[in-house]
């Protein structure tokens, strides 16, 4: 059976704020190959059943984690185990990546280093264990954005029932590797792999293919620590939690420190903002303002018709009459009510308060 799905995060907005272009998916398959056939739907399905979940990667990469570490946070919250054994081969694997991780799950995830020296490090390998079933993709896709989506990988799901030998195997191979053959990326560890950490040069390639925009559509730019914000961002938070009421980030031009210091401040109702030119405290308002989304500019970037369209296809593609969609306010609610009923059809915009025109029309 043939569905077709498109890749949405819910609470967390992907990298670059992109929504995936329409994907095919055929649940039944267990192959995955890349370009319209994206692995990530499979893993986030599995993801959500899982009693436990072990990842073994070459790396890790900031894109990659964003992808999937919502529904790695609903399921840690769970109380499902989580471990991630990845490779420090050729610096690929990011800081930020691991940061991300670590503030995301906390203690709920075991995350480690392979740790034997001179000896490449490169298995693609997702293992879920279910309540009376399993899985194992294996195959060429680390934990990238391109490598979850529609970049060229091979990989191949092996069932647990099916062919509980080759589960057992890789299941076995794992555990060696975590327990015997690893270091626990602890908060020490984190400061001195990133400390050691020199981009590579590779990267000039790999963030173009991240980073592709004709794969991918743009809907709206959003906002969203990045890079090393999110180291900093992770380590401010740990000094709160240690008692310190003082802090200092030093960084180059071109980190974003003012939209840094702006998500530093999200919980925060008064921020004093200090700077030696009129032009950096003019920037860092509009920083400020989109670092906590004003009402008036979220409804701006919400209200546009590419985006009302975009909406509107993904509801035409499932072929379902009935639809609840959630609005950020009651302007938004009313904007995106017309446009559905400009376009066939029929639309209704729910709010408390006295029956809005829109909904008039509806029931008449």
């Not at 790396?59 to 399921?75: A, R, T, Y």
């Not at 999200?266 to 509009?286: C, K, P, S, T």
């Not at 509801?315 to 017309?338: D, P, Q, V, W």
């Amino acid at each position: 059976m043939l569905d077709k799905v498109d890749i949405v995060n819910k609470d967390i907005i992907t990298s670059d704020s992109i929504q995936f272009k329409e994907a095919t998916l055929d649940y039944d398959s267990n192959c995955s190959t890349g370009d319209k056939d994206y692995l990530l739907p499979k893993l986030a399905a599995s993801l959500k059943k899982a009693k436990t979940i072990d990842m073994a990667v070459g790396f890790l990469m900031e894109s990659g984690v964003k992808l999937l570490i919502n529904d790695l946070k609903q399921v840690a919250q769970s109380g499902v185990r989580i471990r991630i054994l990845t490779g420090n081969y050729l610096n690929i694997t990011q800081p930020q990546a691991l940061y991300l991780v670590k503030e995301a799950l906390g203690d709920k995830v075991d995350l480690r280093f392979y740790n034997i020296k001179n000896k490449s490090f490169h298995p693609k390998s997702y293992i879920f264990e279910y309540e009376e079933d399993g899985d194992v993709f294996i195959g060429s896709s680390n934990m990238s954005n391109s490598a979850l989506t529609s970049g060229i990988e091979w990989n191949y799901r092996i069932n647990k029932n099916k062919n509980l030998e080759d589960f057992r195997h890789f299941k076995n191979v794992f555990e060696d590797l975590f327990l015997n053959h690893s270091i626990i990326i602890d908060d020490d560890e984190l400061r001195r792999y990133s400390s050691v950490w020199k981009r590579p040069k590779i990267f000039n390639t790999l963030e173009e293919v991240e980073d592709n925009k004709e794969e991918y559509g743009l809907v709206i730019p959003m906002y969203e620590p990045r890079g090393a914000q999110i180291e900093a961002l992770y380590e401010l938070r740990k000094c709160r939690e240690d008692g310190l009421d003082k802090g200092l980030i030093v960084a180059a031009t071109g980190i974003g420190k003012t939209y840094l210091a702006a998500f530093d401040s999200l919980d925060f109702n008064r921020i004093l903002f200090v700077a030696h030119r009129e032009e950096i405290l003019n920037q860092a308002e509009i920083s400020f303002k989109n670092g906590k989304y004003d009402e008036f500019e979220l409804e701006k970037a919400l209200m546009l018709n590419k985006r009302s369209n975009l909406i509107l296809k993904h509801y035409e593609k499932y072929n379902n009459k009935r639809a609840l969609g959630f609005c950020s306010n009651r302007r938004h609610t009313i904007y995106m009510s017309k446009y559905f009923n400009e376009n066939g059809i029929k639309a209704c915009a729910v709010m408390s308060g006295e029956q809005n025109e829109v909904c008039q029309s509806y029931h008449q």
